[in-house]
């Protein structure tokens, strides 16, 4: 087998076989159509994606339950503590570590769970560790107004 790599007359010779196609730009036209419309859809999901995850924070701060520690501090002497507050029957609180509670100041703190979580009527606890593992407790309910409620902890 003999190949030639000498001659142009050999690469330019076309098959009797061959059809060739003059008509590219029909096809380069379906492709472009295709290549717009495939972007145009692919924009308009990426748009309703972002306007349905915005609508859904809309609703879930809407639904929403919170709860505001109070802590006063009457002592002499900053403390440092941790703060927990958990719903009635939960098994996981929401934890504050390290917090200062200045001397003759109240500090608040806000805690917020889903309503689901947290169904009017359902009770909470909120409770302050500070110095030598001493702490305070404070009880609540979630009422059906819709306000954030409010605990007050007064601790030395």
Do not use: C
Not at 114 to 143: C, L, W
């Amino acid at each position: 087998m003999k190949l030639n790599f000498s001659g142009i007359n050999f690469i330019k010779q076309e098959s009797p076989h061959r059809v060739i196609n003059t008509k590219k730009t029909g096809s380069k036209r379906a492709a472009s159509i295709f290549t717009m419309t495939l972007l145009i859809l692919m924009g308009s999901v990426a748009v309703f994606w972002g306007l349905k995850d915005v609508n859904a924070q809309v609703t879930q701060s809407e639904s929403t339950f919170r709860v505001i520690v109070e802590v006063v501090n009457n002592g002499n002497l900053d403390e440092h503590g941790t703060i927990h507050v958990s719903m009635d029957g939960s098994r996981n609180p929401q934890v504050l570590n390290n917090q200062l509670f200045p001397a003759f100041q109240t500090s608040t703190f806000t805690f917020t769970f889903s309503s689901s979580e947290a169904p009017v009527g359902k009770g909470f606890v909120a409770e302050v560790i500070y110095g030598d593992d001493e702490f305070k407790r404070a009880y609540g309910t979630n009422t059906p107004a819709k306000t954030p409620e409010v605990v007050t902890i007064t601790i030395p």
